[in-house]
T-cell receptor
């Protein structure tokens, strides 16, 4: 979805390196999320933010940190990458639609490989 | 916390047949159940959702049913087409959306 952009789209790095994944959205939503996707495990929530001053841990936050720089920007950092953080990472944003549901919109994903 | 189980993990059907994907959830407080379709190389996209005050919802060839007593919900795709081939995820939330717990995904393959 062009309304949610993620950079980079692909990244290969080495164990121990610091990595930052960036997300921007133009939907004007307050809520943003970071998920990790692994085969057979679905999408698991890493961190979420319901507004600029609100940051919450998700199911699997260990080894990750986030920064909400503005309403439109939410970045995910791996302070010291390890091989089992190799995965597909998705950013999402959500807002209440006409039906009254808080619908999530996903970015195209970042494929991260840690060697 | 909430847990969502999704079955089957893979599903292969012939073009024109129907496909059914099932999910169960653990938290009886959950009240919002979206379904997402993920095509190769793309992020998940919402295709249909249902809230707990409704038992069934349809949108053209897709429908979702919800059984709150049994804590089951299902996605039904009729008259499948090759472009329906994708990975489908169910999810559950107790706050009309927002923080979602996802199922493990179903890889649907529609053979011409």
């Amino acid at each position: 979805d062009a309304d949610v952009t993620q950079t980079p789209r692909n990244r290969i790095t080495k164990t121990g390196k610091r990595i930052m994944l960036e997300c921007s959205q133009t939907k004007g939503h307050d809520r943003m999320y970071w998920y990790r996707q692994d085969p057979g495990l679905g999408l698991r929530l890493i961190y979420y933010s319901f507004d600029v001053k609100d940051i919450n841990k998700g199911e699997i936050s260990d080894g990750y940190s986030v920064s909400r720089q503005a309403q439109a920007k939410f970045s995910l950092s791996l302070e010291s990458a390890i091989p089992n953080q190799t995965a597909l990472y998705f950013c999402a944003t959500s807002g209440f639609d006409g039906s009254g549901a808080d619908t999530q919109y996903f970015g195209p994903g970042t494929r991260l490989t840690v060697l | 916390g909430e847990n969502v189980e999704q079955h089957p993990s893979t599903l292969s059907v012939q073009e024109g047949d129907s496909a059914v994907i099932k999910c169960t959830y653990s938290d009886s407080a959950s009240n919002y159940f979206p379904w997402y379709k993920q095509e190769l190389g793309k992020g998940p996209q919402l295709i249909i959702d249902i809230r707990s005050n409704v038992g069934e919802k349809k949108d053209q060839r897709i429908a979702v049913t919800l059984n709150k007593t049994a804590k089951h919900f299902s996605l039904h795709i009729t008259e499948t087409q090759p472009e329906d081939s994708a990975v489908y995820f169910c999810a559950a939330s107790y706050n009309q959306g927002g923080k979602l717990i996802f199922g493990q995904g179903t890889e649907l393959s529609v053979k011409p």
